[in-house]
């Protein structure tokens, strides 16, 4: 199989894992502004969550009241 690769054929497999390997690293560079922020989100809701339970069900406030305090 390998015996039948053309000299085009081995150019455009690597010009195609370079054009992705460059839309990788682009789009790592967008995301990773957005990665540590959604990761403390993601924490703060974890934390937080125990508190809003509370106040729904204990103290029964309403569900639109309780995640203004």
């Known amino acids: 199989m390998i015996e039948n690769w053309t000299k085009e054929f081995i150019i ?5 894992i370079t054009l992705l390997v460059v839309l990788f690293v682009l789009c790592f560079q967008v995301v990773q502004f957005f990665i540590v922020p959604a990761l403390w989100a993601a924490i703060l809701a974890y934390v937080t969550f125990p508190i809003y339970n509370f106040f729904h ?6 569900q639109i009241l ?3 305090l």
């Open 12 to 16: 455009q497999r690597l010009l195609a």
């Open 66 to 68: 309780v995640p203004l």
């Open 57 to 62: 069900e204990k103290v029964k406030l309403s």
